[in-house]
């Protein structure tokens, strides 16, 4: 091959307009309207042409153009604003700043296998990467102080289109990162900046991008790099693509470069924060370096940096893990326990859930459980389920008492709601509504809207839905090769002032796809109901090997060949951040069905929020807790079912009667100015009580509170003065592991009669053996509660008892608690561990109960 000498050329702006250099270098714009508007007006095609990125866009514009910009003062003027507003924008302190003035020495490094920041930027497959991308966005309009931290694939994730019969086809993007608004990091002397990480027999090097995402700088890691093998340089080739050696090899460099490549910047994070497990190997990197740091053992290392680390967990089913074959970890970790002097059985252990089972494979969510203070799902029903998988890791405590919480995803507002709605809002709400937390009294506002108006502003953004979906239709037409007067009938699909459901999704099987199929004649009729037509739009992929998944597809696209459908249903292919940010802000309903509790949140019904659109979903996920019949329809009442066959029939019946008699008749239903009265005041509901809660904004800061900064606190407190008082931490913990097992209650004396009144109180007194542990190293407590069947209290609640002294070797402790409820109750009592370092039970799952 002949030696090619690359290099790249950048846009030459006229002087006058540099600052569209800035201005499209921070993905601030990709949510701000005016900026956006701004960008579009330089060449509208162009915008289209290069799937909205500005920095290929002022790549390419013609140079006679520019010339014409930098003369027209119109444009000009426009381009002044967005530049000043960006200014204030990164000048101004924002909420966190004033709320945490004690906490600035706070530093929050954010790790995600995938970030969605804009349809420019390929680097997301699904609801995962736009969640990330989401909470940088939110962490910069809060002014966290927070970094992200990911890898950078050369080939995005892939294409869909769809061949004659409708089967998925897939096509590999190549980026060419010089058009993408991201920028190289250099180092002091202007040269890339490099780290590396050890495979096995050889270093494997990658240098570091940025994407600045309002305040916040995203880095991502590149292997692809001269010095590498070319193997290894395709590392960062593709997202979630190759095998599972592949796997590894990303998640090293995400977890272990993503750390060293903070290091090298310069940036030391006091909390790692741990999106999915994916980028879970950074708790060992992270302990080993707090070794070099501190001169301390990797027991000690790992405590002091786990205090500082959260892991949020996604999946609500074990086989969602991501697990690695213990060969594989023996290939790359077998050296690298001996730089953190463990043996590798040792590291093994911390990725398996009962350490004695060898063939056990390497589950990453453990690892990153034991590396971390702080563990949660993303909504109320996700935390539970993930208490009951978890349940084993605490046993002794009761299901309720698992130390795993939950956080409820949410999606950047201003990111997904459209430009008119925006502005509407705005008129009633002033131009930080946003940006308000929920319960404030701002968000009544939107009851002041006049109905007439909030409805015209939903009925335009639906009309531009419906003229987008026709193009898109022909011209996916056209690629698979239809007739002139096939594509020219597109112009006939879908109805303007229709009733309008969105579905897109991943085409998982759990997803359910098909329910709305189920019972195709009753779903024409709801369709072609002449006076109360309804029209769906439908998009999604199915993962490249999930050939389930491409069949739910092609039966849905010979579906809607059927004459009698052609012109109410509509796929529209390779659904991304553009299609969706359409579909969510032009729908009327946004339908989901998966089968419970397989959706660990979902998010794209959020995006429909504050655009006025309405869900109608089956309770699981964020819809559990978001449900109330002002605000929108639930499919069943949230039941779990054995039978998937029985559950589909059940439920699709339960969809189709919300549809025809709820749904459908109440879009109808118009006053004589033609406005639906009934659903504007479902839209206003929702709007009102849900789009201020389902955000990243609130996400972000309930991440804040509940888990930076007090991460961050304890991480402070641990580290001070040489870390000293993790030694104290370290030993205390080995201790109770040692002697705890000798622990005894061993008299337990209460007031207690058979039959107690609501309302009286209860005495108890007990003496414990503490063996070799002081009284300071444990707390006593009665548990009480109503009693089950079989004799166990599930869901009780605990009171610390009083430590009287010492009779004989015993220790004696007093305590009372008073009878709430009527029916059978019990207590019992129990010495848990107490530290005041450590996080109980997170930290040290043991307990003794009295026999
Ligand atoms: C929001 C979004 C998702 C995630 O949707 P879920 O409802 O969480 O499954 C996936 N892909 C795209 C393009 C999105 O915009």
């Not at 509660?785 to 599930?794: F, K, R």
Request: aromatic letters at 10%.
């Amino acid at each position: 091959m002949p030696r090619v000498y690359s290099f790249h050329v950048s846009p030459k702006l006229p002087e006058r307009l540099s600052c569209l250099n800035e201005l499209s270098l921070n993905l601030r714009w990709s949510w701000h309207h005016p900026t956006i508007e701004l960008f579009r007006s330089i060449d509208p095609d162009l915008w289209e042409e290069t799937g909205h990125n500005p920095r290929w866009m002022l790549g390419r514009v013609d140079q006679r153009r520019l010339i014409e910009l930098a003369a027209d003062e119109a444009f000009l003027a426009q381009m002044d604003r967005a530049a000043d507003d960006l200014e204030d924008y990164l000048g101004s302190v924002g909420r966190f700043a004033l709320e945490h003035p004690l906490d600035l020495s706070l530093v929050v490094a954010y790790f995600s296998a995938e970030f969605g920041l804009s349809e420019c930027i390929p680097n997301y497959a699904g609801g995962l990467g736009i969640l990330a991308g989401d909470h940088l966005k939110s962490a910069s309009d809060l002014g966290l102080p927070l970094v992200g931290v990911g890898l950078l694939y050369q080939g995005g994730y892939f294409h869909q289109y769809l061949n004659a019969d409708g089967w998925q086809q897939e096509t590999y993007p190549i980026n060419d990162f010089h058009t993408l608004p991201i920028s190289p990091v250099m180092d002091g002397n202007g040269a890339p900046l490099f780290i590396s990480v050890d495979f096995p027999g050889r270093p494997v090097f990658a240098r570091i991008w940025k994407i600045q995402v309002g305040r916040i700088p995203l880095y991502l890691l590149d292997t692809n790099v001269k010095q590498n093998r070319p193997d290894d340089c395709k590392v960062t080739g593709a997202l979630y693509g190759g095998d599972r050696e592949l796997r590894m090899q990303q998640e090293i460099v995400l977890g272990i470069g993503g750390m060293r490549a903070l290091k090298a910047l310069g940036i030391h994070p006091t909390v790692c924060h741990m999106n999915e497990g994916h980028s879970a190997f950074l708790g060992l990197e992270r302990s080993r370096m707090t070794m070099e740091e501190f001169n301390l053992p990797y027991y000690q290392a790992r405590q002091l940096s786990a205090a500082g680390s959260v892991f949020t967990t996604h999946t609500p089913v074990p086989a969602g893990f991501d697990r690695f074959d213990t060969w594989l970890m023996e290939k790359y970790f077998r050296q690298y326990a001996d730089t953190l002097g463990l043996t590798f059985e040792r590291l093994l252990d911390y990725g398996r859930q009962d350490q004695s089972r060898r063939e056990e494979p390497f589950n990453m969510a453990f690892l990153a459980a034991r590396h971390s203070a702080y563990c949660n799902g993303v909504s109320r029903l996700h935390g539970e389920v993930t208490r009951k998988m978890a349940h084993e890791m605490w046993p002794g405590y009761s299901l309720n008492e698992v130390p795993i919480g939950y956080v409820t995803n949410g999606i950047h507002t201003r990111s997904w709601i459209s430009m008119e709605m925006s502005a509407l809002l705005t008129r009633y709400m002033g131009p930080r509504w946003a940006e308000e937390p929920p319960g404030k009294a701002i968000w009544e506002r939107i009851e002041r809207i006049p109905d007439g108006e909030l409805w015209r502003v939903h009925q335009i953004r639906r009309e531009r839905l419906i003229h987008y979906a026709r193009a898109r239709l022909s011209s996916q037409l056209r690629r698979r090769g239809a007739t002139d007067s096939e594509v020219a009938n597109c112009a006939g699909v879908l109805g303007q002032g229709v009733l309008t459901i969105g579905f897109a999704r991943r085409f998982a099987t759990y997803k359910r796809a098909t329910l709305l199929l189920r019972d195709p004649a009753r779903l024409k009729r709801i369709l072609n109901n002449p006076e109360r037509p309804v029209q769906i739009l439908i998009a999604g992929k199915a993962h490249p090997h999930d050939n389930e998944g491409k069949e739910l597809i092609r039966r849905i696209i010979h579906f809607a060949r059927d004459p009698e459908v052609r012109r109410s249903i509509v796929f529209l292919e390779d659904y991304d951040i553009s299609v969706a940010r359409y579909l969510v802000q032009g729908v009327d309903v946004w339908l989901n069905t998966p089968q419970r509790p397989n959706e660990a949140s979902g998010t794209s019904g959020m995006k429909l929020l504050a655009n006025g659109g309405l869900n109608l979903s089956i309770l699981d996920g964020w819809w559990d807790e978001a449900y109330t019949p002002e605000v929108g329809w639930a499919i069943g009442h949230g039941e779990n079912y054995t039978d998937a066959e029985a559950q589909d029939q059940i439920e699709s019946e339960a969809l189709y009667n919300l549809l025809e008699h709820e749904v459908v008749p109440l879009f109808y239903q118009r006053d004589a100015a033609d406005v639906p009265r009934g659903w504007v005041s479902r839209m206003k509901s929702s709007m009102t009580q849900l789009s201020p809660v389902f955000c990243t904004n609130r996400m972000v800061a309930e991440y804040a509170e509940r888990f930076y900064v007090p991460a961050h606190r304890r991480h402070v407190r641990l580290a001070a003065d040489g870390a000293a008082r993790v030694k104290p931490l370290v030993e205390w913990r080995r201790r109770v592991l040692e002697f705890g097992r000798q622990v005894r209650v061993v008299n337990v004396d209460s007031s207690l009669q058979q039959e107690t009144q609501v309302g009286s109180e209860v005495k108890v007194t007990v003496r414990v053996q503490l063996a070799a542990l002081a009284s300071q190293d444990v707390r006593v407590q009665i548990y009480y509660g109503a009693v089950d069947a079989d004799g166990s209290i599930p869901r009780g609640q605990a009171v610390e008892m009083e430590h009287q002294g010492q009779v004989g070797g015993d220790h004696l402790y007093t305590g009372r608690f008073e009878c709430r409820d009527s029916g059978s109750s019990g207590f019992s009592v129990r010495v848990i561990p107490y530290h005041e370092d450590a996080i109980v039970p997170y930290e040290m799952p043991w307990v003794q109960w009295a026999e």
